[in-house]
C-alpha cells in the first residue's frame, strides 16, 4: 500500500506507549487518501487502544474522536493528541523528581542503576493494598520495583496537571518494558523473576523522547486547528457519545474473537494508577468491551440475540460445540466458546447499529480484523462474518483486501489478517 506524506515520520520514538501496534500507522495514511480525507473531516476510531489512528488524523489536520474502554490505553491516546505543553518544563520537571526520588531510595539502601543493595529494611518498602496486589500477575513484579514504582507515580501526580500525563504515560511504559517481569506474546505471561532493575534512567529517557516528539509535532503543524477527543466508553453504544451527521470516516481494529484477555494485559499499569484497585472495579471495565474471550462473558450478555437470525454465524457456534463433543472437551472456557463466539458477533452488530445514527450520508469506514482458529480449530472468517453482518444492516460492502497473513502456531493454518471496506448512505 502507498502512503501518503505527512510531516512525521513512523519512528519508535512517536510510540510513546508500549503497545504493539494492530496495525501501522501508514495504513491509516493511505485509507485517508484512499476516502478522500481532507481537512475539517471527522475521523472515529471506535476501538482507538492507544491512538494510533487519532494521532495521524491529528498530524493530517482532521478533526480526531475515539472511544476506549480501557482506562490506561485511552490516557495514552489522550497524551498523544495533547501538543500543548512546554516541552523544556516537562523535562526540568522530570530531572527535578528524579534527584528527588534518589535521594529518598539512598535513604533506605536502594541505589537505583545498580541491582545490588544492601541494608533494606522491607518494612520500608511501599506495596499495594492487598485487593489491588491480588489483581496482578503473580511476579510481575518484586517488591524493590514495585516500591520505587509507586513512588515515581506519587511523585509524578503531585506535579503540575499540564505536564503530569505525559510523564505518567512515560513512567508506566518504562515500568512494563523496563522493571517488570512481564512478557507479552498471544498472552501476557511472566518471566524467570528479574532482579531489580533501573528505573529512573529509563524514564528520563522517555521523557526526553516525549520531550522532542513535541517540539516536532508543534514545529510541523504549527497552523493545525484540528479537535480531538477520547470518550471513555463501550464501542457498542456509539451513539451514545456523538451526535447524527458527525462522523466522515471511520478507521479501526476491533478485537478479534480468540482467548486474548486484553485486560490482562494492561492489568498492571491500570492497578498503579489506580484506575482498578479491586476484583469488582476490574468487571466494571470488562463489562464495556465488546465479548471477544471466555473470560469476559457473563451471565447477564445479551449480545447474541442479536445474531440469532443470522445462519452462517448460528453455523459456526454450533460447529464448536460439535468439535468440542467429538474431543471429549470438559472444561468450562471449552464450554463458553459457541456462546462467546455469538457474543462477539452480537456485540459487533450492535456497534455498527449505533454507527449508522453518527456517520454522515457518503461515509466511509475501514475495519482491521482477522481469521482466528483458537476454538478447537473451527476457522471463524471474521471480515466475511462482519461484511455480512454489515450488509444486514444497510451499509454497502466495497472491499475486503488482504492486509498480511500470520501463521498459528496451534492450528498450523496461515490466517488472513483483512481489511473490510463499508460505504454508509444513510
Known sequence: M???????????????????????????????????????????DPFCGTGTTLLEAKKF???AFGVEANPVARLASMTKLNWNVDENLLYRSAKRIASE??????????????????GINELLLETLPLESYKLLLKGSINPVSLHKSLNLIKKIKRTRVEIRDHLLVAAVTTIVNDVSNLRFGPEVGVTKIKSDKPLIRPWLERVSQISHDLELFK?????????????????RLIDH?????????IITSPPYPNEKDYSRTTRLENVLLGYI??????????KTFVRSNTRSVYVSDRD??????IDSIQKIAHRIEARRIELGKTSGFEKLYPK??????????????????????????????????????VMIRTGHLLAEIAEKLGYQVEDIELFRTRFATVSKQELREEVLILSYNG
Open 61 to 63: 489536520g482532521v478533526n
Open 304 to 309: 447474541h440475540e442479536y445474531v440469532k437470525d
Open 2 to 44: 502507498q502512503s501518503n506524506k505527512v510531516a512525521i515520520d513512523d519512528s519508535p520514538g512517536h510510540d510513546w506507549y508500549r503497545f504493539v501496534l494492530s496495525y501501522p500507522p501508514h495504513i491509516v495514511r493511505h485509507y485517508f487518501e484512499k476516502f478522500n480525507i481532507v481537512e475539517g473531516m471527522t475521523v472515529l
Open 101 to 118: 526520588l534518589e535521594q529518598e531510595f539512598a535513604k533506605i539502601g536502594i541505589k537505583d542503576e545498580s541491582v545490588e543493595f544492601s
Open 340 to 377: 462467546v463466539t455469538l457474543q462477539y458477533f452480537g456485540g459487533m452488530m450492535k456497534h455498527l447499529i449505533g454507527c449508522k445514527k453518527t456517520l454522515k450520508p457518503g461515509s466511509k469506514l475501514a475495519y482491521v480484523v482477522g481469521d482466528q482458529g483458537s476454538y478447537l480449530r
Open 219 to 235: 514545529n510541523s503543524n504549527s497552523n493545525n486547528n484540528s479537535l480531538s477527543k477520547v470518550v471513555k466508553g463501550d464501542a
Open 241 to 249: 457519545y456523538f451526535d447524527e451527521d458527525e462522523i466522515d470516516c
Open 277 to 286: 484497585s479491586n476484583m469488582k472495579e476490574q468487571r466494571v471495565v470488562k
